[in-house]
């Protein structure tokens, strides 16, 4: 996000309405005071954020709903934004009862580099980010943790994991697995006994986080974790890819994950995914329909892509996602989400 415009010192005695008011306006707050109060004051503006519109006389299109549920999520970051805390160059905080942070800052920011200010916002992502690196997300299929690194997406969803874990493998000796980002994939497909797999990603935060992964899981002998714009070179009998699933201009480069513009990855991967198979492999296309049923992309849109990278479908296995949201009727995308279907798409060349 660009620097603010305007920046006033604040402190205990701002009130949560006025903070509001100036993160309306655009006006960020440098905060001088006790840092806990400062989290109470930004729980206090997001409640404030969160407050639901009245109903509109209709409800919008599923595409109209997606829109306009992501520029309220981009006003909502933007607003809650404008709340600031300093950093000393060691990456200490000058504020009473502030946590140690440091280590959380030099995972996600690298070697100190003088006093700073960032927005609490990101601090308490970073914290959070912290967290889930140390404990590790378990992982069922693979019986252990994979431990996502600051501004690397996350596996939470699960059942995608567990398409590969199970889809029949053409081969054993060698799989290619393109934008590996935390590694899972590659793990899981070396823990089901392929004997070498190259990982791919471009994000130096995902390539790092990947070897981390790999060498904790002790899978260095099988994975080779390379920088590459997709694919790697030489071909492979298998070809693994769960590119981002929405079509859609990404606003963070976390959002990478999820957001892919005018389905740049996918694309890239089905028109280079012959050249790189060897004869009789596959290309394991992991995707979920949530683009279908917000309107951002039809199923003969994908099958026509595919189609015209000289591929053919020889099968396809789906499974319906479980995460919490399909569940939440509140949610406004909710009739997209209890619809979606996670799809693990077997292609060959044609």
Known sequence: MPPPKRVVIADDRMTADAAYRLACEGTAMLWRGDFQNARQLLQAMARRADRKPKKPAALPALTEAFHLHRQAQSQRARTLGMLLIPFNN??????????????????????????????????LGLIGAHEWRKKGIPIPVLAAHIHPHYGVFAPVRSEYVE?????????????????????????????????????????????????????????????????????????????????????????????????????????????????????????????????????????????????????????????????????????PLHAARAAEMTSLWRLAAS
């Open 90 to 123: 060691d990456y200490g905080i000058p504020l009473r009862r502030a946590p140690d942070v440091r280590l959380a800052c030099a995972e996600a920011y690298g070697p100190e580099d003088g006093p700073f200010v960032a927005t609490l916002r990101e601090l």
């Open 163 to 331: 398409l590969v874990a199970t889809a029949p493998l053409p081969s054993l000796l060698l799989a290619f697995d393109i934008g590996t980002g935390t590694g899972v994939l590659a793990a899981v497909l070396a823990r089901r006994g392929i004997a070498r797999i190259v990982a791919t990603d471009q994000d130096p935060r995902a390539l790092a986080c990947a070897r981390d992964n790999i060498k904790r899981l002790g899978l260095t002998g099988q994975v080779d974790v390379v920088q590459a714009d997709l694919f790697p070179e030489g071909r492979a009998p298998l070809v693994v890819c769960n590119p981002p699933w929405i079509p859609a201009r990404p606003s963070s480069p976390l959002e990478h994950a999820v957001y892919d513009p005018e389905s740049r990855m996918l694309r890239g991967f089905l028109s280079g995914l012959a050249a790189h198979l060897e004869p009789g492999g596959e290309g394991w296309l992991v995707l979920s329909d949530i683009a279908e049923h917000l309107g951002l992309r039809t199923r003969d849109e994908l099958l026509a892509a595919i189609a015209a990278a000289g591929l053919k479908v020889v099968a396809r296995t789906e499974v319906r996602p479980k995460h919490p949201r399909a569940a939440d009727n509140t949610d």
